[in-house]
């Protein structure tokens, strides 16, 4: 009977984590160790610790109170529930942009459809946008959760046996005369906001969550213990966690020091990501790589569109149609359109500067991370979810301390970009 429960509680973990591994590691986490070696890494542990909380606290108030963070806004104020609405609206275009600028890259890799049509450099993007938006068009939760749970499998063990394998053979040989860049520098400064933007994932993506555990309830109708979601929640993200660092070693080990820069187009750079594993393991796993690598960044798509047209529904329900859930199906249809042409845009305007739509995305969602924290832990009070749902006083401590933190380095941001 637990295995029985516990099968119909697995799921938003696992999309978390799924949908995490996308680009803040496979892009982030890669070129921290590529350009920095391990000077990140120490930033990397306490950021994903300092995170942790407030993703947590999204699945525990979803458990004790069955409905989502976007109804728990509202219950701190409507003012609160319109900050969240316009910072998601603000961002929502350039993390979806950024999001399918990557998959595009992967997908171009493993399929050359470049050389299918190249006047049209956008085919690819095009593609990533019409399979993305089509997975999801039905409105089938179930689709996108047993999508996932089968690809976050077949990447984590590849990426396991190639972290394994670079640890067992060693760092390569650093070029003469090789200078590390300086982390401490402007540019290094900047970086590192950028990665713990996305590390392991936007935090403003803990609403997504606990809008998954919700809909998990919904579909499978059974109600987990806290204890069960709380499982689900933690074995995704430690694992997102971990496998963020396993990145890290890549890029340091296989990069850092050899006079080698990682391309600045998204071709390329997926490329020389596959090039890590195939280095490693052997040019036959190339294939193998290269679908689990392309259908990785496939799912954190189609959660990326999902996440943020569930957010734009059940915002809009709320704010402007009274929370009537009789046009669920065609408000969320809507919303998908809308943030797909939006991001779109986006993209096309970005095309040729890659990492510059990556930077810019992920430090958006680090600058508005300290206000989604806030919100979080105040929704994890007694009052709102019941004594026995409530947070630890070390987990509140350490809540503390995550604020502190995402505040600093917000407002240290905004001094060194518009202030120095």
């Known amino acids: 009977m637990k295995w029985k429960k516990l099968k119909k509680t697995l799921g938003p973990g696992i999309l ?11 892009v982030q986490s890669t ?42 806004y509202k219950k701190l104020g409507k003012p609160v529930l319109w900050i969240y609405f316009l910072i998601t609206i603000a961002s929502m275009f350039f993390v979806t942009a950024a999001v399918s600028i990557v998959t595009a890259g992967f997908m171009d890799n493993l399929f050359g459809l470049s050389s299918l049509w190249p006047s049209f450099k956008l085919f690819p ?42 640890l067992i053979n060693g760092p390569i040989d650093h070029i003469n005369n090789f200078t590390p860049l300086n982390v401490f520098d402007d540019v290094g400064i900047l970086f590192i906001i950028a990665l713990m933007g996305w590390m392991p994932t936007a935090l403003d993506m803990s609403c997504w969550t606990s809008l998954w555990v919700v809909e998990k309830i919904k579909s499978t109708n059974y109600h987990p213990t806290l204890k069960e979601n709380l499982f689900d929640f933690n074995l995704g993200y430690w694992v ?38 195939t ?35 059940h915002s809009s329900e709320i704010l402007f149609l009274s929370n009537d859930n009789k046009h669920s199906k065609r408000v969320y249809i809507i919303s998908l359109i809308i943030l797909a042409i939006g991001s779109f845009s986006i993209t096309a305007f970005f095309m040729g500067e890659f990492k510059n739509l990556i930077d810019l995305a992920t430090t958006i969602s680090f600058l508005i991370a ?35 933190f995402l505040t600093g380095f917000a407002l240290f941001y905004v001094y060194i970009k518009f202030i120095k």
């Open 125 to 166: 993007v095009v593609l990533v946008f019409l399979v993305s938006t089509g997975a999801l068009i039905t409105g089938k939760f179930s689709v996108l959760d047993g999508l996932i749970k089968t690809i976050g499998i077949l990447l984590f063990v590849s990426t396991i046996i190639v972290f394994i394998l670079t």
């Open 240 to 277: 997102a966690a971990f496998l963020s660092i396993c990145f890290v070693t890549m890029g340091a080990f296989l990069i850092f020091g050899t006079g080698n820069v990682l391309p600045k187009d998204s071709v390329g750079f997926a490329s020389s990501v596959i090039d890590l594993y």
């Open 279 to 313: 280095s490693t393991i052997g040019d036959w796993s190339y294939l193998i790589i290269a679908i689990a690598a392309f259908s990785i960044m496939l799912g954190t798509s189609i959660g990326v569109f999902d996440g943020y047209s569930r957010v734009l529904q």
């Open 16 to 26: 978390f984590a799924s949908t995490a591994i996308g680009v803040s590691h496979l």
């Open 370 to 404: 300290p206000l989604v924290a806030i919100a979080n832990l105040k929704l994890v009070d007694k009052k709102y979810i019941g004594k026995a749902y409530a947070p630890k006083p070390l987990m509140k401590f350490v809540s503390y301390l995550g604020i502190a």
């Open 31 to 72: 070129r921290a160790g590529a350009n920095y070696g391990f000077a990140l890494l120490g930033m990397i542990i306490i950021t994903n610790i300092l995170k942790f909380p407030f993703f947590e606290y999204a699945v525990r108030y979803a458990n004790a109170t069955g409905e989502s963070l976007i109804e728990g």
